[in-house]
């Protein structure tokens, strides 16, 4: 029997349940950072430089499984509704990190790793719920929600992941196997399904395929353009994972103290954002210019850390750079608007098929300019994978006004606010 639709009364709840369940699901991911490569290099026996390729050759594996996992778990949402795919995909991560913790060898860090990667469709899955239930003109700012409390979590995780770590090594893992475990036993007794059986379209795999998914994006004028312009943002978002620490400990001295506490600090002016001055970016410029300011904003930021002489400097780039969290709520409320009902899994699973493709090349091009710039006697700017950075921002600005907002149909005022 079909699980109902979730009437209009429990929307409300069932977008904090959305939210809280990101939440939980974030933070139980975040515990593990401070934690993975220590085991990682445990597993090679001390061997940094081993190390080093392992965790390369692991987040390689990750960005594989998305790339594939993401559009199947979109277009199965689509099919048989968002709830048992997103309790699923909870449910499929919480096991994946009990798996990760009782790991005997780096082998099975592995397979734990590619599970992780299909099973990080629970958040587009969960995209795509909170759009099935808001109506478009309030998407903007949901998805800013979603956003500050994504970086709210990266700020405690790490930190109790840090704290947890220094008890035992593997204590993280079953601590963030519990929270999300639990989220989904939540879910299991109080989400309600979200997309109606009159919404819902065929399961193929040709829809599942995530070279398909990308030619579905191609198949809408609009979206492709927008598509064009979220790869350019999340290639030029992969600089931070891929340089921050090397690069600030390199230039500037800074210890691991140092840059987590910095991270931390970002991660505050990131919840600001688009907690607070999302809303009310989206309803005086419009969701096309809250995307064209979040590239600006972040464009000068990473020009800032690339150009800065100094630690004190590169710091005032953070609450510039923080201004990029604007782009994702605008550009989900556009995309989303541009697609029928049924279609919005297929959707997210396409823009997670993005994220994951980006994952795969976007620390190769990094390191290799980050290389390229330290080679020695050279005199070359050692901020040089964030002028890319944001060139490629600044690429995403041009392409967006000259082919996304003359064709949104929207005004560039007060739009969005009803």
């Known amino acids: 029997m079909e699980t109902p639709a979730a009437p209009v009364g429990p929307r409300r709840a069932a977008v904090w349940f959305v939210l809280v369940s990101l939440a ?61 795919v997103l309790l699923a995909s909870v449910a499929g991560m919480g096991l994946d990190y009990l798996l990760m913790g009782f790991a005997p060898s780096l082998a099975w860090l592995f397979v ?6 299909f099973t990080a469709s629970s958040f587009s899955v969960a995209t795509a719920y909170i759009a099935d239930i808001t109506p478009p003109e309030q998407r903007a700012a949901r998805f800013g929600l979603t956003g500050a409390i994504f970086s709210l979590s990266m700020i405690v995780g790490p930190a109790a992941g840090g704290l947890l770590g220094a008890a035992h090594l593997r204590l993280p893992f079953f601590v963030a196997a519990t929270i999300t475990l639990a989220a989904a036993a939540w879910g299991f007794f109080v989400l309600p399904e979200s997309l ?54 390199n230039r500037y001295g800074w210890s691991m103290a140092m840059t987590g506490a910095s991270l931390a ?9 688009q907690g607070l001055l999302v809303p009310r970016a989206v309803a005086r410029l419009g969701e096309v210019g809250s995307v064209i300011c979040g590239l600006a904003g972040g464009a000068a930021g990473f020009a800032i850390h ?19 969290g604007l782009f994702s709520p605008g550009f989900q409320s556009i995309a989303t608007r541009r697609v029928s009902p049924s279609e919005q899994g297929r959707l997210q699973g396409a823009n997670s098929a993005i994220a994951g493709l980006v994952a795969m090349i976007g620390p190769g091009v990094f390191g290799a300019a980050y290389a390229w710039a330290m080679a020695p006697g050279q005199g070359r700017p050692q901020g040089l994978g964030f002028l890319i950075a944001a ?20 005004r560039s005022g007060a739009s969005s606010s009803g």
């Open 196 to 249: 109606a059986a009159e919404h819902r379209a065929p399961f193929c795999w040709r829809k599942a395929n995530p070279l398909a998914s990308l030619g579905f994006l191609a198949s809408h004028p609009q979206l492709l353009w927008l598509s064009v312009v979220n790869l350019l943002m999340q290639l030029a978002h992969t600089v931070l994972p891929t340089l921050f620490i090397l690069y600030a400990g």
């Open 24 to 84: 939980l699901d974030t933070l139980s991911m975040s515990l593990l950072f401070p934690v993975f490569p220590p085991l990682v290099q445990a597993f090679q026996g001390g061997d940094a430089a081993a190390a080093g390729r392992a965790m390369g050759a692991l987040t390689a594996a990750w960005a594989v499984a998305q790339f594939f996992g993401s559009p199947i778990m979109g277009a199965l949402s689509d099919r048989f509704g968002r709830r048992p």
């Open 391 to 410: 060139a490629l921002l600044g690429l995403g600005m041009l392409v967006t006004l000259v082919f996304v907002r003359g064709r949104s149909g929207q």
């Open 112 to 117: 734990a790793r590619a599970i992780s990667g």
């Open 306 to 324: 690339g150009l800065a002489p100094s630690g004190a400097i590169f710091l005032l780039g953070l609450p510039v750079l923080s201004l990029l």
């Open 265 to 273: 600090l970002a991660g505050v002016f990131g919840a600001l954002v």
